[in-house]
Nanobody, 123 residues
Framework: VQLQASGGGLVQAGGSLRLGCAAS????????MAWFRQAPGKEREFTAS????????YNGDSVKGRFTISRENAKNTVYLQMNALKPEDTAVYYC?????????????????WGQGTLVTVSS
């Protein structure tokens, strides 16, 4: 499956952005989807994941209460709604897909990756 992330940009602290990730070439509705992020000089960090139906989600500790992951299987798209953004949310955000495990947090379990979209939060 091929993944194409979009929606990044520059936003002020406290603002909102919605990222999208469009999938093609595979059975999108069968995959667990996730968002990871990587800030300069830091390791890739789990952000959020969602199961195949959208009925179960899991957020990383640093984004709980602020970010929401969702999906539309009819559109082969997963979203990340980011509210109350902070400068420390600045990173390249990647979408990823796997059909292994249940809402895994380990990036090594994800087999397919988008190209990343840059989110910059100014103070």
């Amino acid at each position: 499956v091929q993944l194409q992330a979009s929606g990044g940009g520059l936003v002020q602290a406290g603002g909102s952005l919605r990222l999208g990730c469009a999938a093609s070439g595979g059975a999108f509705s069968s995959y667990t989807m996730a968002w990871f992020r990587q800030a300069p000089g830091k390791e890739r960090e789990f952000t959020a994941s969602i199961n195949w139906s959208g009925g179960t989600t899991y957020n990383g500790d640093s984004v709980k209460g602020r970010f929401t992951i969702s999906r539309e299987n009819a559109k082969n798209t997963v979203y990340l709604q980011m509210n109350a953004l902070k400068p420390e949310d600045t990173a390249v955000y990647y979408c990823a897909a796997t059909n292994r495990g249940f809402l895994p947090r380990n990036y090594a379990v994800y087999d397919y990756w988008g190209q990343g979209t840059l989110v910059t939060v100014s103070s």
